[in-house]
């Protein structure tokens, strides 16, 4: 019976693709809505996406948040950072930086590279745990490992400044170099200040 319901059910998430591809959200919603409500991960991840932005359906955040709620408690971890977003900005549900935190640390301990760079910003910030400067470089640094932009920036400065390690303008130009390589416009504003000093 198992083996029978499989190819279904991968056919049916297909076709939500499909749809989704040909900008038909309130296909793929349909397609996707009964994987969803049986516990689909990824499914459930997608129709979260779709209310999210309001894509074949009224934007709401509510319901999105539901929804990646259902896939985040499975281990998805694009689900946990979207959830983790959600409760940041306090869309859908009470803003609560310690909640934020709870799903960045799942997804980032996952290798999810937005995850990590989140939980660098909060580690930054001092929101919803201590700030930490080092805690900070130590999660930029996993999501520049994997070529995260934003990340690639933030270590750039964080050398230029000397925050959670020796200030070291050579490693901050090189951060910063790549950071603009992967088209961080505001990392090359700093590199451009920083070769300025250092001439």
Same mark, same amino acid.
């Given at each position: $019976?198992?083996?029978?319901?499989?190819?279904?059910?991968?056919?049916?998430?297909?076709?939500?693709?499909?749809?989704?591809?040909?900008?038909?959200?309130?296909a793929?919603?349909?397609?996707?809505?009964?994987?969803?409500?049986?516990?689909?991960a990824?499914?459930? #991840?997608?129709?979260?996406?779709?209310?999210?932005? %309001? !894509?074949?359906?009224?934007?709401?955040?509510?319901?999105?948040?539901?929804?990646?709620? /259902?896939?985040?408690?499975?281990?998805?971890?694009?689900?946990?950072? #979207?959830? %983790?977003?959600?409760?940041? !900005? /306090?869309?859908?549900?009470?803003?609560?930086?310690?909640?934020?935190?709870k799903?960045?640390?799942?997804?980032?301990?996952?290798?999810?590279?937005?995850?990590?760079? $989140?939980?660098?910003?909060?580690?930054?910030?001092?929101? /919803?745990?201590?700030?930490? #400067?080092?805690?900070?470089? !130590?999660?930029?640094r !996993?999501?520049?490992?994997? %070529?995260? %932009?934003?990340?690639?920036?933030?270590?750039?400065? #964080?050398?230029?400044?000397?925050?959670?390690?020796?200030?070291?303008?050579?490693?901050?130009? $090189?951060?910063?170099?790549?950071?603009?390589?992967?088209?961080?416009?505001?990392?090359?504003?700093?590199?451009?200040?920083?070769?300025?000093? $250092?001439?």
């Open positions: $019976m198992l083996l029978v319901a499989l190819p279904a059910t991968a056919q049916d998430f297909e076709k939500g693709v499909a749809a989704y591809k040909r900008g038909d959200y309130a793929a919603l349909k397609e996707w809505w009964p994987l969803a409500a049986s516990g689909h990824i499914a459930q #991840f997608q129709v979260g996406y779709l209310y999210e932005l %309001g !894509k074949g359906v009224d934007r709401d955040y509510a319901v999105a948040a539901k929804w990646y709620r /259902g896939a985040a408690e499975q281990g998805l971890s694009e689900a946990q950072l #979207f959830l %983790g977003i959600l409760y940041d !900005k /306090g869309l859908g549900v009470p803003q609560n930086y310690s909640e934020a935190v799903w960045f640390r799942k997804g980032a301990g996952q290798g999810q590279s937005s995850a990590q760079f $989140m939980l660098g910003v909060k580690h930054q910030l001092g929101e /919803g745990v201590p700030q930490d #400067f080092a805690e900070a470089l !130590k999660w930029y !996993k999501a520049a490992e994997q %070529g995260d %932009g934003q990340s690639l920036g933030k270590l750039g400065a #964080f050398y230029a400044q000397g925050r959670g390690v020796p200030q070291d303008y050579v490693f901050a130009h $090189m951060w910063l170099s790549l950071a603009t390589a992967k088209g961080n416009e505001k990392a090359l504003k700093i590199r451009d200040l920083l070769a300025k000093r $250092m001439t």
